[in-house]
């Protein structure tokens, strides 16, 4: 009789199971970016050699490393929540740029007149808000009208992008940037200071880890981060349960919405001190985080780690671009391929196949 296969679930996953596959993802990943550098006539070995010396090979790749991780590590862990709870927040860089706004709004208005111990808070807590805002309302689509969350979240994206067009060549548009779509430059007392000798934006950074801890603590050790957890892997049992299914996923996305609103503050108070086009304020971080996520494996504090290492591949993607004449959008695809591979083994650290005869 002829052999049948089939795809049946596992009734449990290891942690070891988990680790082994994590790590066959990754390095299968890394052999198809390998293969596609071959074929473009690019030595792989050392395009990826260079990728990851050029961000962690010399202090100078290592801090701009940091520096780029700040933000992944921030949406990062929003999107963690989201994730946890069969949220799909497909909207991460539309938050971004939101936040980066409302943030850009309290230091062109109260940075003028206020001290930095204000200011600094102020635009932080501005960018939660227009973050959080654009999180709610897909949220409030989904349990209000059943609309699809990655449709809702996506677009979104583009809303966010064409209202900080609007602004920055509109009622924003700086008087001292010489006709160029750039607010003014922001007042002292609404840049953040920086490491030595680096662009770490030390504020930002301290920020990020401590809401990395907090949000660890929330999804495991409290009673709102169970109910996340139970509607992410069961929503019957949710419902059975009496887990308020509106509460709980609306103040999800809100915090989601809200890390990547922080996110954005940390970029234009910490690095370009200005809002500028989209594409200037965030490297793609929105949809980089995605990634982030799903390698720390929905878990906020391995997100510091995750975070690093396509921090890494960012900054070293710059290194090959220079070095090696690729691309600008080598980079997205390395990334592309990763988080292939990584959704291939999650998919098989749920599942198993299973091999046998016809009719059995």
């Given at each position: 009789?002829?052999?049948?296969?089939?795809i049946?679930?596992?009734?449990?996953s290891?942690?070891?199971?988990?680790?082994?596959v994590?790590i066959?993802?990754l390095?299968?990943?890394?052999?198809?970016?390998?293969?596609l550098?071959?074929a473009?006539?690019?030595?792989?070995?050392?395009?990826i050699g260079k990728i990851?010396?050029g961000?962690f090979?010399s202090?100078?790749?290592?801090?701009e490393?940091?520096?780029?991780a700040i933000?992944?590590?921030?949406i990062?862990?929003?999107?963690?929540?989201?994730?946890?709870g069969?949220?799909?927040?497909?909207?991460?860089?539309?938050q971004?740029?939101?936040?980066?706004?409302f943030?850009?709004?309290?230091?062109?208005?109260?940075?003028?007149?206020l001290?930095?111990p204000?200011?600094?808070?102020?635009?932080?807590l501005a960018?939660?808000?227009?973050?959080?805002i654009?999180?709610?309302i897909?949220?409030w689509?989904?349990?209000s009208?059943?609309?699809?969350e990655?449709?809702?979240?996506?677009?979104?994206?583009?809303?966010?992008?064409?209202?900080?067009q609007?602004?920055?060549?509109g009622?924003?548009?700086?008087?001292?940037?010489?006709?160029?779509?750039?607010?003014?430059?922001?007042?002292?007392s609404?840049?953040?200071?920086?490491?030595?000798?680096?662009?770490?934006?030390?504020?930002t950074?301290i920020?990020?880890?401590?809401?990395?801890?907090?949000m660890?603590?929330?999804v495991?050790r409290?009673?709102?981060?169970?109910e996340i957890?139970?509607?992410?892997?069961n929503p019957?049992?949710g419902r059975y349960a009496?887990?308020?299914f509106?509460?709980?996923?609306?103040?999800?996305?809100?915090l989601?919405?809200?890390?990547?609103?922080?996110a954005?503050?940390?970029?234009?108070a910490?690095?370009?001190?200005?809002?500028?086009y989209?594409g200037?304020?965030?490297?793609?971080?929105g949809?980089?985080?995605?990634?982030v996520?799903?390698?720390?494996k929905?878990?906020?504090?391995?997100?510091?780690?995750?975070?690093?290492?396509f921090a890494?591949?960012?900054?070293?993607g710059d290194?090959?671009?220079?070095?090696?004449?690729?691309p600008?959008?080598?980079?997205?695809?390395?990334?592309?391929?990763?988080l292939?591979?990584?959704?291939?083994g999650?998919?098989f650290?749920?599942?198993?196949?299973v091999f046998h005869?016809?009719?059995e």
């Amino acid at each position: 009789m002829s052999l049948q296969m089939s795809i049946r679930p596992r009734t449990e996953s290891s942690g070891r199971l988990q680790f082994f596959v994590l790590i066959l993802s990754l390095f299968a990943g890394l052999v198809a970016v390998g293969i596609l550098f071959l074929a473009s006539g690019v030595d792989p070995f050392y395009a990826i050699g260079k990728i990851f010396s050029g961000s962690f090979g010399s202090f100078y790749g290592f801090k701009e490393t940091i520096t780029k991780a700040i933000p992944l590590i921030l949406i990062g862990t929003g999107l963690t929540l989201a994730f946890n709870g069969k949220f799909w927040n497909i909207g991460a860089e539309g938050q971004l740029l939101m936040g980066a706004a409302f943030g850009t709004w309290v230091a062109l208005t109260l940075g003028p007149i206020l001290p930095k111990p204000v200011v600094i808070p102020l635009m932080f807590l501005a960018g939660f808000l227009g973050g959080a805002i654009l999180g709610f309302i897909p949220a409030w689509f989904k349990v209000s009208f059943g609309i699809n969350e990655v449709i809702s979240t996506l677009m979104l994206n583009y809303i966010a992008f064409e209202i900080v067009q609007f602004l920055i060549v509109g009622p924003w548009k700086g008087v001292t940037q010489h006709g160029y779509p750039y607010t003014d430059e922001f007042p002292p007392s609404a840049q953040l200071d920086y490491f030595p000798g680096s662009r770490i934006h030390m504020f930002t950074l301290i920020l990020a880890l401590l809401i990395v801890v907090a949000m660890y603590l929330m999804v495991y050790r409290t009673k709102f981060g169970y109910e996340i957890r139970v509607i992410g892997e069961n929503p019957e049992a949710g419902r059975y349960a009496g887990i308020n299914f509106f509460k709980t996923l609306i103040l999800v996305m809100v915090l989601s919405g809200g890390l990547a609103g922080i996110a954005g503050v940390g970029e234009v108070a910490g690095i370009h001190h200005r809002l500028s086009y989209p594409g200037n304020i965030s490297a793609g971080y929105g949809f980089t985080a995605i990634i982030v996520a799903w390698l720390a494996k929905l878990n906020p504090l391995m997100t510091i780690f995750s975070g690093l290492f396509f921090a890494g591949i960012l900054v070293g993607g710059d290194a090959i671009q220079i070095s090696l004449n690729l691309p600008a959008a080598t980079v997205e695809v390395f990334n592309g391929i990763l988080l292939f591979f990584l959704i291939m083994g999650d998919f098989f650290t749920r599942n198993r196949i299973v091999f046998h005869r016809k009719g059995e």
